[in-house]
């Protein structure tokens, strides 16, 4: 190879290792920061969800906070529905939309607690919520009224 050759060679590869750099930082820049490109999605905690948006009414078991507790909330929900894809379909359309005529409750819990307004949570956010009540499901029996002022002192 003559001499000029390899010195264009020489300063191809040079400026091929710069632009592998560059790219290899920005790459491990990005994998640091936890920072994602806009289109990929991560997956949504139903439990974090929950804490965040739900808690403020709905205590995990009784005694009550101003919203049934979510464990005879997921009693329900396995008793009406027998695939956890379609209670979950269900409850999640539930939680955005609230209505009497969706209410799995009985008729006391509307009456002591009324219906739960509705919750700005995106299609990803409301599956995984519905998704983590579903699976609190510890198969005990949450019959009507089962949990009225049990535990810790509750005073209606």
């Not at 390899?6 to 990005?30: C, E, P, R, W």
């Amino acid at each position: 190879m003559p001499v000029c050759e390899t010195h264009d060679y020489v300063q191809a590869m040079k400026h091929s290792n710069k632009t592998f750099g560059v790219v290899l930082a920005i790459g491990m820049g990005v994998l640091s920061t936890g920072t994602l490109p806009a289109n990929a999605s991560a997956a949504v905690d139903g439990k974090i969800v929950f804490d965040k948006n739900c808690s403020v009414c709905h205590s995990i078991a009784p005694p009550p906070k101003s919203a049934p507790p979510i464990l005879p909330i997921s009693a329900r929900y396995h008793q009406r529905f027998s695939s956890r894809a379609k209670g979950i379909k269900y409850m999640a359309d539930f939680i955005k939309s609230p209505s009497k005529e969706k209410v799995l409750a009985d008729q006391q819990a509307i009456t002591r607690f009324g219906l739960m307004p509705p919750v700005p949570l995106n299609a990803e956010e409301l599956n995984a919520v519905a998704a983590w009540v579903w699976d609190q499901n510890t198969g005990g029996n949450w019959g009507p009224g089962r949990g009225a002022r049990q535990g810790n002192g509750y005073q209606r």
